[in-house]
T-cell receptor
Framework: GAGVSQSPSNKVTEKGKDVELRCDPISGHTALYWYRQSLGQGLEFLIYFQGNSAPDKSGLPSDRFSAERTGGSVSTLTIQRTQQEDSAVYLC????????????FGPGTRLLVL | GEDVEQSLFLSVREGDSSVINCTYTDSSSTYLYWYKQEPGAGLQLLTYIFSNMDMKQDQRLTVLLNKKDKHLSLRIADTQTGDSAIYFCAARSGNTGKLIFGQGTTLQVKP
């Protein structure tokens, strides 16, 4: 079927506002991952979900960042009180299971905080 | 913590072979990956290798893994201008699903 989709593709917001980024994984994939790509930090892991297990939040940079995954499918990454250093491309990936070899990435959401 | 290192830039002539190298620190990495990123695009999974393999070949791509030295390489045979992109090496961390990425190697292919 279709690949990983993300929306919006671009988001411009003002410092201090909250933003929500959405990820729709490949149908049937139980594992979902969020990463962020920025010029200064490269590609960083943020959080991952595997089935009904507690998510691994070890990569979230601050408590302004949170994510949820409803019904084991779509995920939303929320950034509260955005800061300029949050500007980056936020990438979502999914795989059949945590132990599956292949992680497939979506096109990303480019976030710019003014 | 876990770390993955790559050289930042490689320039080759069209038709030559390209070899992109990567080293990683986590000896418990189970899978090692190569992703390609073209300008303005997302990450495209090129290939991956399981840690109990030494080599994997897929058409023009050959991955070599030296687990003892924690060294991974990607060889692209008959490199084409369409291969110009950034190539990321990634290691899957231990028994988790998260990937640790290198900084990316920019491959420039000259006609």
């Amino acid at each position: 079927g279709a690949g990983v989709s993300q929306s919006p593709s671009n988001k411009v917001t003002e410092k201090g506002k909250d933003v929500e980024l959405r990820c729709d994984p490949i149908s049937g994939h139980t594992a979902l991952y969020w990463y962020r790509q920025s010029l200064g930090q490269g590609l960083e892991f943020l959080i991952y979900f595997q089935g009904n297990s507690a998510p691994d939040k070890s990569g979230l940079p601050s408590d302004r960042f949170s994510a949820e995954r409803t019904g084991g499918s779509v995920s939303t990454l929320t950034i509260q009180r955005t800061q300029q250093e949050d500007s980056a491309v936020y990438l979502c990936a999914s795989s059949l299971a945590r132990d599956s070899g292949s992680q497939y990435f979506g096109p990303g959401t480019r976030l710019l905080v003014l | 913590g876990e770390d993955v290192e790559q050289s930042l830039f490689l320039s080759v002539r069209e038709g030559d072979s390209s070899v992109i190298n990567c080293t990683y620190t986590d000896s418990s990495s189970t899978y090692l990956y190569w992703y390609k990123q073209e300008p303005g695009a997302g990450l495209q999974l090129l290939t991956y290798i399981f840690s109990n393999m030494d080599m994997k070949q897929d058409q023009r791509l050959t991955v070599l893994l030296n687990k003892k030295d924690k060294h991974l390489s990607l060889r692209i045979a008959d490199t084409q201008t369409g291969d110009s992109a950034i190539y990321f090496c990634a290691a899957r961390s231990g028994n988790t699903g998260k990937l640790i990425f290198g900084q990316g190697t920019t491959l420039q292919v000259k006609p």
